[in-house]
């Protein structure tokens, strides 16, 4: 049974910075494409970055330069590095394995398979 498991999720001011972790189960994070999205209360699930099984990444206009998505293919591991938060960057944030190998954007992504989510919250 395939499983995502978000971690590192926490309350921090902002300018401040958070690691997110996703340790995935059942399902190659080496081989396919991996990404981090998330969701605000009443609002649509968006993406924020995305990998390619080659290492490629794509990111949200709204974060690029800030986060970093990266992979450790011998843990089974997606990261997202999270730096100069923002309270607009205040969410939900899940990490979900895509269905192919890799995707052309973040709005490119065909999500598989998604975690349940961590929660990160920005205070001004």
């Known amino acids: 049974q395939v499983q995502l498991v978000e971690t590192g999720g926490g309350s921090v001011e902002a300018g401040g910075s958070l690691r997110l972790s996703c340790v995935v189960s059942e399902y190659s994070v080496a081989y396919y494409a991996m990404g981090w999205f998330r969701q605000v209360p009443g609002k649509e699930r968006e993406a924020v970055a995305t990998?390619?099984?080659?290492?490629?990444?794509h990111y949200a206009n709204s974060v690029r330069g800030r986060f970093t998505i990266s992979k450790a293919n011998a843990k089974n591991t997606l990261y997202l590095q999270m730096n100069s938060l923002k309270p607009e960057d205040t969410a939900m944030y899940y990490c979900?394995?895509?269905?192919?190998?890799?995707?052309?954007?973040?709005?490119?992504?065909?999500?598989?398979?998604w975690g349940h989510g961590t929660q990160v919250t920005v205070s001004s």
């Open positions: 979900a394995a895509a269905r192919r190998t890799f995707c052309l954007n973040v709005d490119d992504f065909e999500a598989a398979h």
């Open positions: 990998i390619d099984n080659d290492h490629t990444t």
